[in-house]
Structures are given as structure tokens and as C-alpha cells.
């Protein structure tokens, strides 16, 4: 049948061609090993130092190689750049010498090469001609120690300070190793720091059998507590609280604890006028309590002072607040609870942690307890905001609260033991000395000063609940302004 | 291997896959590769899952001359030193989601009629089964980015890097292709000897 012979005859060929390739082709087995060695990152086996025959490619380095040593070990090189003065002072690489090739083989150059002997002298330009010619005559004369930048500065930019996303061929996981590489390279070349590693959210709960001093709780903590303890719920919003909330928490929005007195927006509330709203939610002095907010903590941390200086010291800040309590399903309620109203006796002279005006002035001359300033960095610096004028207290030293917190998602979590001691004791505050938190309104710096005083066992944390509002208002007080600084002597 | 051999380079190697050429190339590329999928009867999902039942024996016979096809094609242009076999790219590979991917897009298969390339043909032919078939595809896809983060370490299962059988079997690239060949013819007699019994059977 004809099909079928021309079926036979088609196999015959293919089986022919098949043998004939068989025969011939021993090899070389296709090349690239994966996509890390497709493109120009196949580059990556450097020359080690030593002399250098230009046949063993013992004349430059990778790339890649001057990268990971720029990042690793910078002193193990020494950078000359042979382009014009004004290319170089376009762009040069970090610790880059400006000399071209005249002056390079002149005595000028001779002094650095012997001042570098003991690195690798690394010729760059933007391409290799250039660094090339250099590097014969270089190594005419007995230098062992120089080499080419592989492909010059358009081959840095075009493989290890790109990112390996935009390199070609790619696989995740070649992303994720390469990606932060490149990241940092970038940030070395244009001379910043390195990108810090994103701050890490800490769990604080204690989780006591029974709240006895003011401390943070988790979630299931108060899921197992729910109708035991009273839970206040401080979000700013009732239409956000109305949608939903940890069954039976009052709704106490910090607006409600603060008035308008002496020409001052949004102070505390007296103590006796405070003990009588505790009342209202509920309380008495008895009365185990939580707070909680949303993706906010200083709004339960402000609840929380208020309720210290009343005297309470059976309260708890739940972490990760309302959000992390959705995230974790647990049971949300939509229903606002009635309190009953109970009779709350507050602990006469508890509230000893507040400062005046007047006491912050005193300070702010230096020699008494040192001013933090949790607001914002731009505040700080004298960017004006609603009060009248913009700036900080003199000698104030600047902390922003975000940086005790980290907000992941709608949670919000206090960071590490670790993170919080290093950051306030880089303002040089001891922990046994006086503090005095400020912050634009007191809201802001109460958190600060229950991070102070309960996380970090600071003993004597003042809080300044006028702040910025405050001290702005009064024209006859100094105002500084002016970038951050950290530190400053005592 | 000639100085004169082409280095193989794709478009997205080349980072030109936005160009208007690679557009035009593509749409061109794609259109030549639908039709002469269609012609090879692949818009029948009845025909291609007669394979599994022993009824059709389409899809073996096209993947495979496929296979050779190209097989010979490359080793051909890379013996006669026409291309370099340096610059062609190789995927890696990872045993464990590979095995398993392969199970769930052969299961699929069986259920569903179609391949993702073949329901897309299938489509353009006007069969609605097809497009029922590439919305499940759609809703399998988001629902694999959604449960990325548990499966993120298991998409590096088994991985052994580019292992290709020359290497694995210690044999030259030739010789692969040979016994390549070889597995392929037999099959292709297998299969008409197969289709010739049931046709008989039936008959």
C-alpha cells in the first residue's frame, strides 16, 4: 500500500539522519548549566590575585567580583578610574581614584601603585580599551597586583547592578538570592547605607493568670477572658467601631478622656472627672482591664496612662489589636454593650508622672531630665503643623514613635526587646534617670511612655501631655529647628 | 564547531519581547502554531482523548514527530556547526513539583478534553466545552497564586538543576538521539499496530 511505503520510507530516513548524528556528534554536551549561567552572569569565575598571564584571563576582574568585594571587603581593592574629570565626577565608584592614563604611568601614578601594592588595583573605565592599554605597560614594569575591570563600568551596570529580574532568563529563586545583592550594590554606588532589613514585629504578652501591673496581653489571652475582664475599645472612629468589635468592649475613643482647658486643645481630663466616666464604662478600681485599638497603638496606650493615673494598675494593652483579632477569627460583635454603671474611687496622688509647662522649660535649659520627641522626623525638624508655629523644644532629641512599632497588615505590634533598648539608649537616656516624653498632643508620647516604662523598665518616665500645642502657644518660648541630631551632650 | 555557527537567542533572553517586531512575530508565530494544531485534528477533545482509551492515537504520533522533528533539526544544525549548542537555553529541573504537576495536568487531560494549548485551538474552532475548560484553567491558576506561600517551598522539591539525559545516561549527545529516535519509531509501530487491531476488532 502506498502509505504504507511511504510511512517506511519516512521512518528509514529519520532512523538514517538519526545514526549519522549518532555517529558524529560526540559532544560538546549544550552548554549553559541553568539560567544562573545564561546571560552575562556566566561570568562569575573571577581571576584570583597573582601574576597574571593575560592567556589564564589572570589580567581582570568580573564584575561580579569587583561587586561582591566593593560590598565584603572594600579595602582589599584600590579603584583607579581613567576617565575624564568630568565623567568621574558625574559617577565614580566608592573610593575611586581620578587618574587617566598619563598620569597613571607617570610618577604620580607610580606612588599610588606603590602605596596599593598590597591590594588589587582595579583599572576602570567605561569600557576596557583604555584600562587595557594601562595594564600591558603596567605589567611591563613588574606589576602583579593590577587588573581590568571586565567590561568596564557599562558591564557593572549591565550585570551585577542590575537587577537580575531585568537580566534575561530567570527563576525565582535565582531573584531571591541575586535580588538583594543587587540592592545593596546600588545603594553602595550611590553612597547610601545598605537598606535596612525590615523591622521585625516582637510578641510582648505576658499573659499573666491575673493582671496585677500594667502589662501587654495577646489575643487568645482576652478570647479566653471574654465577659471576665473589661475590654474598652479606643479606636478614633464609631463608624469603624460599629462594624465591628471584640464582644462586649465599650467603645472609649481618647477624645473622651481630653477637653479644651487653660486655651490648650485636647488635655486629660481632671482625675476626679476622669474616675467619674471609669465609672460610666463600667469600671471600678477592681476591675481587670484591656485595651485595645486598630492599626494604631497609642491610642490604647493613651487609654491605658489615663486609666494609670487614675491608680489602676490592672490593665493590659492587647497586642496586634483589632486587626490581629479579625486576622486570627476570632468572634466580633456589632452590638454596643450597656455598661453597668459602677463607682470608680481613684487612688489618690497616682497620677504623678505629669509634667507642666513650667517643668519643661526647666528642662529644656538642660541638666534635668532629658526631652524626647516621639513626633514624626519633618515635625521635629520645624515642619508646621496645625499649631502655630513649627519647631521642637531646645535640647529635645528625637525618637518618632513609629519606630517602636511595626504595622503588619491591620495589626500592630511593638518591636523587639532589642530594637526598642538600642534605639533610646542611642539618645543617651539611662534608665534609671528622668524622662520626659513630648510629642505634638500627649497622644503620640503615650506610647512612648508605656514603652519606656513597662517594656523596657525605664523608672522614671514623665509624660508631657501639653507638648507641642503647648509650649507653641507661649511666643516668649524658644523654638529649635533644623535636621535631627540623635545625640547631644548632656 | 564552525566559527561561523549562530548563537540561538530568544526574545525574552534578548529583553525585546515588548518590541512591535516581537508582537507581529508572535501573533504570526502563534497563528501558524494554532492552525497547524487544528489540522492535526488537535480541536477535538473527543480526538485527543482517545488516546487514553485506545481509540486515537493523534497526539502521540504528532507530539512525538514533534519531538523528533526538532531533535533532529538542532543535533543536525549543531553537528553540521550551523548553530552553537552553547547558547541554547535549558530549563531546570525539579523532580518533585514536575512528577506531581504532571499527574494533575494528565488528570485534567482525562477529564477536561483538553490541554492548555489544544482548548485555546479548540476554542477558536468554536467548541464551548473549551472555554469552560480554560476558565477552570483561570481559576486554577489564581487559585495556585493564592496558596503560593504554602507551596513556595515545594516548587524547589527536587531540584537537580539542568539534568538532561545525555548527561544522566553518560552518552553523547548522538547517541541520545538515536535511541530518542528509536523510543519514537517503536512507539509510532506500537500505535498503528494498536489502531489496525481495534479496527479490525470493530469492523
Known amino acids: ?490 | 564547531m564552525s566559527a561561523s555557527a549562530l548563537p540561538l537567542a530568544t526574545l525574552f533572553a534578548e529583553g525585546r519581547l515588548d518590541t512591535t517586531a516581537a508582537f507581529v512575530l508572535a501573533g504570526v508565530l502563534g497563528l501558524a502554531f494554532g492552525f497547524w494544531l487544528e489540522r492535526a485534528g488537535f480541536s477535538s477533545s473527543r480526538r485527543l482523548t482517545g488516546v487514553f482509551y485506545g481509540r486515537d492515537f493523534a497526539v502521540i504520533q504528532v507530539m512525538f514527530s514533534a519531538i523528533v522533528t526538532a531533535l533532529l533539526g538542532l543535533r543536525g544544525l549543531v553537528t553540521l556547526g550551523l548553530v552553537d549548542a552553547a547558547t541554547v537555553y535549558q530549563m531546570e529541573t525539579f523532580l518533585g513539583p514536575q512528577v506531581v504537576g504532571g499527574l494533575i495536568f494528565g488528570v485534567g487531560f482525562v477529564m477536561g478534553g483538553w490541554c492548555p494549548g489544544t482548548a485555546l485551538v479548540g476554542l477558536a474552532s468554536g467548541k464551548g466545552d473549551a472555554l469552560v475548560f480554560l476558565g477552570g484553567a483561570a481559576l486554577g491558576s489564581l487559585a495556585y497564586a493564592f496558596a503560593w506561600p504554602s507551596l513556595a517551598s515545594f516548587s524547589t522539591a527536587g531540584a537537580c538543576g539542568v539534568c538532561t539525559l545525555p548527561e544522566r545516561f553518560d552518552l553523547s549527545p548522538g547517541v541520545t538521539t538515536l535511541l530518542v529516535v528509536a523510543v519514537a519509531l517503536a512507539a509510532f509501530v506500537v500505535v498503528e499496530v494498536l489502531a489496525a487491531r481495534r479496527a479490525r476488532a470493530q469492523a
Not at chain 1, 50 to 69: F, K, Q, S
Not at chain 1, 90 to 105: E, I, K, S, T, Y
Open chain 1, 1 to 490: 500500500m502506498d502509505s504504507t511505503r511511504t510511512k517506511l520510507l519516512s521512518a528509514l530516513a529519520v532512523l538514517g539522519v538519526a545514526i549519522v548524528i549518532a555517529v558524529v556528534d560526540r559532544g560538546p554536551l549544550p552548554g549553559p548549566r541553568g539560567p544562573a549561567a545564561a546571560g552575562p552572569m556566566a561570568r562569575d569565575t573571577a581571576a584570583p590575585p597573582g601574576a597574571a598571564p593575560v592567556g589564564a584571563g589572570e589580567d581582570h576582574l568580573a564584575p561580579d567580583e569587583v561587586a561582591r568585594r566593593l560590598l565584603d571587603a572594600p579595602d582589599t581593592l584600590a579603584i583607579v578610574d581613567v576617565r575624564p574629570a568630568d565623567e568621574f565626577a558625574a559617577f565614580h565608584l566608592p573610593g575611586a581614584v581620578n587618574l587617566d592614563l598619563v598620569r597613571l604611568l607617570g610618577p604620580e601614578g607610580t606612588a599610588f601603585l606603590d602605596a596599593n601594592a598590597a591590594r588589587t588595583v582595579v583599572l576602570v573605565s567605561n569600557g576596557m580599551t583604555h584600562p587595557a592599554q594601562a595594564w600591558v605597560e603596567l605589567a611591563r614594569r613588574g606589576r602583579t597586583n593590577v587588573r581590568i575591570l571586565e567590561d568596564g563600568l557599562d558591564g557593572l551596570k549591565a550585570t551585577a547592578w542590575m537587577p537580575p529580574s531585568l537580566r534575561g532568563p530567570t527563576t525565582e529563586r535565582r531573584v531571591a538570592e541575586e535580588g538583594p545583592r543587587a540592592r545593596a550594590l546600588a545603594a553602595r554606588l550611590a553612597g547610601r547605607k545598605a537598606p535596612a532589613a525590615a523591622p521585625r514585629p516582637a510578641r510582648w504578652a505576658t499573659d499573666p493568670a491575673a493582671l496585677t501591673a500594667p502589662t501587654v496581653v495577646s489575643t487568645a489571652w482576652v478570647a479566653a477572658r471574654l465577659g471576665k475582664v473589661a475590654v474598652l475599645d479606643t479606636r478614633e472612629k464609631a463608624e469603624d467601631v460599629a462594624k465591628g468589635r471584640v464582644p462586649g468592649a465599650v467603645h472609649v475613643p481618647i477624645a473622651a478622656t481630653r477637653e479644651t482647658r487653660g486655651g490648650v486643645a485636647d488635655e486629660m481630663l481632671p482625675v476626679e472627672a476622669l474616675a467619674a466616666k471609669a465609672g460610666a464604662w463600667g469600671l471600678s478600681a477592681d476591675t481587670e482591664v484591656v485595651v485595645y485599638g486598630g492599626d494604631r497603638l497609642q491610642d490604647p496606650t493613651h487609654l491605658a496612662l489615663v486609666l494609670v493615673a487614675l491608680g489602676h494598675a490592672k490593665v493590659a494593652v492587647m497586642e496586634g489589636g483589632f486587626g490581629a483579632w479579625t486576622a486570627e477569627g476570632r468572634p466580633v460583635a456589632k452590638d454596643a454593650p450597656t455598661p453597668t454603671p459602677a463607682t470608680y474611687v481613684a487612688r489618690p496622688g497616682a497620677f504623678d508622672f505629669g509634667v507642666t509647662l513650667d517643668d519643661v522649660v526647666a528642662a529644656s535649659r538642660g541638666g534635668g531630665p532629658v526631652i524626647v520627641d516621639v513626633r514624626p522626623t519633618k515635625a521635629f525638624e520645624g515642619e508646621k503643623g496645625p499649631e502655630v508655629r513649627g519647631g521642637r523644644i531646645p535640647t529635645s532629641r528625637s525618637r518618632p514613635y513609629t519606630e517602636d512599632v511595626v504595622v503588619d497588615g491591620g495589626a500592630v505590634w511593638f518591636r523587639g526587646l532589642d530594637e526598642l533598648r538600642a534605639g533610646y539608649a542611642g539618645l543617651g537616656l539611662a534608665s534609671d534617670g528622668p524622662v520626659i516624653v513630648s510629642c505634638r498632643t500627649g497622644h503620640q508620647a503615650s506610647q512612648a511612655w508605656f514603652t519606656l516604662r513597662y517594656l523596657l523598665g525605664y523608672k522614671d518616665v514623665r509624660w508631657f501631655d501639653g507638648s507641642w500645642k503647648a509650649w507653641s502657644l507661649r511666643a516668649d518660648l524658644p523654638a529649635e529647628t533644623g535636621p535631627v541630631k540623635k545625640k547631644e551632650a548632656p
